[in-house]
């Protein structure tokens, strides 16, 4: 859209004052004297003309530079269509228009009058011929070289105008603008009046400038126009030509500046050739490699450069074939944990290296280190993808892997009529009929499941728990558990004689083994049998009356009188009865085996 005019000041006002009064009096004239289908040659309109501007570019439609062709006026507004012989029809000679006069204009000819008046908007008075061949002053396209390529101000003007300037847009060229009014803002639709540089005289000018991209007319196409451009970098800055053709506005054909080589052509576009330093860099080629060498001259566009020649790598500490590598592949052992290095004397040299990351070769080790010029793997890879029915492994060339399973344990279904194993890598459950299922607490049912994996409770027979200790015997019938006798005393006797043995249904077990203190038992004492319960457990009874056994002598014991401690020993309360040997006096040890015999012989002396 075009940019709103700037507010007038005191004299511009004024100016814009008497425009305006002047426009109503021709539009009063111009009523009062048109005849319908003429054009009267003196005719003046506001700017809001019903003339439609000529569609001087036939062809894809395209308004391109000036807006030509538009059916509205420089505000935007629509009008009517032209009717032929009419003002800006097109033609072909006089007899075509109906003020006799047809013109030719940029990209060909119209229907025009004689300027003794003022013009329609976006028309200006100048200096043309007529096809029959005089030449008078006309109303003519005021825009129609707005936005052409140019180099000059000549290219945006005919008929002797000059105020049209040529616009410089730096790189990119010259574009034509057109001499507008800063107060009317007479500017097509899609440009702006703005104050330029006239390139010519350094003045200050106000001209219709495009907004955006100049594009090319279908007139500027045809006649191929073009304009100055160039293309500027580091290196210099190259000029070239931007036409317009099939397709619009070329690109610009200028080089793009390079650093100047020995080559016989001006590559910085400085207007001299081959000028550049003559220590510049070349590089000398052969089979084996490239290397960088210096230029001593230039002729004809051909380097004579000196400097190493490339050859084959050698065992030598040194780059042979100049590809920024020593010796490189000569001592290479392919062992990552050695450094291999040539000796002075060419051999090869292999230090281990340690400590150092390097690659094992597998995917499944990752930390490796060399360690005593080897490269050992660690950190393994976790391959484990938590699926019970898969094998999970590492490939050390593919990485993990994991191959279908048909052993294992998979996820617990909840329901024990199913088995649950995995089948080719697939958790599977598996009907377990006529298995275990869950016990539904009766003892007289039979917990089991059925070829449909559902748990069923069927009837059973035989012994059960009628749940009481104190009942033997119990037995099912039609599904219930009858109970049996009472078990006796005999059932529940634990052969203590310190115990009396019950049974209660309320006691764990039902046997009950209350302590029967103060009965009489016998103990386990040989001397004190005689025994009294405490406890639940039997004791030796004290104080009881008992009989021990002393010995006279070798051959011969005496049972004596005793009484029983609590320990169960029998301790004597009477003395034994004296003896003599054959009724002598014995002093040593008296044998009465068979008869009675002193041996205090083997007392005497000898």
Not at 149 to 155: E, I, L, R, T, Y
Request: net charge negative; hydrophobic share 25%; proline share 5%.
């Amino acid at each position: 859209m075009s940019q709103l005019p700037p507010l007038p000041t005191d004299s511009a006002l004024q100016k814009l004052v008497i425009l305006n009064g002047l426009l109503v009096c021709c539009l009063i004239f111009a009523a009062c004297s048109s005849t319908p289908g003429t054009v009267d040659p003196g005719a003046t309109t506001d700017a809001k003309t019903d003339t439609k501007w000529p569609d001087l570019f036939s062809g894809d439609g395209k308004l391109g530079d000036g807006e030509l062709g538009d059916a509205s006026d420089a505000s935007g507004d629509a009008t009517t269509t032209v009717l032929p012989g009419e003002f800006s029809a097109p033609c072909k000679d006089d007899t075509d228009c109906n003020a006799g006069m047809c013109i030719q204009v940029y990209g060909g000819q119209i229907c025009s009058h004689d300027c003794s008046g003022n013009c329609e908007t976006g028309y200006t008075c100048q200096q043309v011929t007529t096809h029959g061949g005089d030449t008078l002053f006309a109303c003519v396209p005021k825009y129609k070289h707005i936005c052409d390529p140019c180099n000059a101000n000549k290219d945006c003007n005919d008929g002797g105008d000059s105020t049209n300037v040529c616009i410089p847009y730096g790189a990119s060229g010259g574009f034509c603008g057109a001499a507008c009014d800063e107060i009317l803002q007479d500017c097509p639709k899609g440009y702006t009046c703005d104050v330029v540089l006239n390139p010519a005289t350094g003045a200050k000018v106000h001209q219709c400038q495009h907004q955006g991209i100049c594009e090319c007319s279908q007139a500027a196409e045809n006649l191929q126009l073009s304009t100055t451009c160039y293309i500027q970098n580091d290196y210099g800055k190259c000029s070239g030509v931007r036409a317009c053709g099939v397709g619009g506005l070329a690109e610009c054909t200028a080089p793009v500046p390079a650093q100047e080589i020995c080559n016989n052509i001006d590559d910085d576009c400085n207007g001299y050739t081959d000028d550049f330093n003559a220590s510049s860099k070349c590089p000398i080629t052969n089979e084996f490699g490239t290397c960088q060498g210096i230029i001593k001259q230039c002729v004809n566009g051909q380097a004579l450069c000196e400097g190493q020649t490339p050859t084959t790598e050698q065992c030598n500490g040194k780059d042979d074939n100049c590809d920024g590598k020593t010796d490189e592949g000569l001592c290479e052992d392919g062992d990552p944990c050695t450094k291999d290095t040539c000796n002075s004397d060419g051999s090869c040299q292999h230090v281990q290296l340690g400590g150092m990351a390097c690659d094992d070769g597998s995917i499944c080790t990752q930390t490796d280190k060399c360690l005593s010029g080897k490269c050992v793997g660690g950190n393994n890879m976790n391959c484990d993808d938590n699926d019970p029915c898969t094998t999970d492994s590492c490939d050390p060339f593919v990485g993990c892997q994991h191959a279908k399973a048909s052993d294992g344990v998979c996820t617990e279904d909840g329901n024990l009529c199913t088995l649950d194993v995995c089948k080719s890598g697939v958790c599977t459950h598996v009907i377990q009929d006529g298995g275990k299922c869950t016990d539904d607490g009766l003892p007289c049912t039979n917990d089991l499941c059925d070829a449909a994996g559902v748990c069923k409770h069927t009837q059973s027979s035989g012994p059960c728990e009628d749940g009481n200790p104190c009942t033997e015997g119990d037995m099912c019938v039609s599904g219930v558990c009858k109970s049996g006798p009472m078990k006796g005393s005999v059932a529940c006797d634990d052969s203590n004689p310190c115990t009396v043995d019950t049974c209660d249904p309320n006691q764990a077990g039902g046997c009950v083994h209350a302590n029967n203190d103060f009965a009489a038992c016998t103990s386990t004492s040989t001397e004190c049998p005689i025994g009294q319960c405490a406890g639940g457990q039997c004791f030796p009874q004290p104080n009881k009356t008992c009989s021990t056994t002393v010995k006279l002598d070798l051959c011969q014991n005496q049972d004596i009188a005793g009484v029983c401690t609590s320990a169960g020993k029998c301790v004597p309360t009477q003395k034994s009865q004296p003896f003599s040997c054959g009724g002598a006096s014995c002093k040593s040890i008296c044998v009465t085996c068979v008869v009675p015999v002193c041996l205090d012989f083997l007392l005497s002396s000898p």
